[in-house]
């Protein structure tokens, strides 16, 4: 990356991976210097995620003046600083309020964005609305995903794992084989999905 950052000093990719690898490195002054260089919402994001891997805490004002300066289309580099930060906050190391970051991705969302980031970006905001303890509402996000990409069953096996988890075993086994069948007219490998699914299924209930 440093090289070829060296050879295309202006491409904004290769400005954000060499950011991204002097944040990791602890460098956040070189990093949040680097994506100065342009004023975008890939970049504007991004420096919000260096933020948050510095201080370990985002503000909610500091969310929500990026939510509402957030422009579209929603390119990707926009897209993967949201999965970054969104990472940040589940891992517990940036202390990220549900309610902020959930702003963040529903502007993104209510943008035009592609229908596999947007699948991406739903993907996250169950995963948070999980994390809170709102299932249902994690479910909803799931189904939301899955419209996007009705090839992909990986949200619906989400659905099935974290039914599994409050004890709804037939509202889990019926989504469950509808992603199998979704799985199945994809004609791709989701077996290790299924495989472990299966697992639990033939546990016995306690």
């Known amino acids: 990356h440093a090289h070829a950052y060296t050879v295309h000093p202006d491409s904004k990719a290769l400005i954000t991976m060499v950011a991204n690898s002097y944040a990791n490195a602890g460098d956040y002054p070189q990093a949040l210097s680097l994506l100065e260089k342009y004023d975008d919402a890939g970049f504007r994001i991004n ?10 805490r985002i503000d909610d004002a500091r969310m929500q003046a990026e939510a509402a300066a957030l422009p579209g289309p929603v390119e990707s580099q926009a897209v993967t600083g949201l999965i970054r930060l969104a990472n940040l906050g589940l891992e517990d190391r940036c202390r990220i309020s549900t309610a902020a970051y959930l702003r ?4 993104a969302l209510a943008l035009p964005v592609r229908s596999t980031s947007a699948q991406k970006l739903l993907m996250y905001k169950a995963h948070y609305l999980h ?4 299932l249902e509402a994690a479910v909803a996000a799931l189904e939301q995903g899955y419209r996007h990409r009705q090839e992909n069953p990986v949200p619906l096996f989400l659905v099935v794992e974290w039914l599994l988890d409050a004890g709804q075993r037939e509202r889990a086994r019926r989504q469950f084989q509808r992603a199998v069948s979704v799985a199945h007219a994809s004609g791709r490998d989701y077996s290790e999905f299924t495989g472990s699914i299966e697992k639990r299924f033939a546990q016995p209930v306690n």
């Open 131 to 134: 994390r809170d303890g709102d």
């Open 104 to 107: 963040l991705l529903d502007r």
């Open 47 to 56: 420096r919000l995620y260096i933020e948050c891997l510095r201080h370990q």
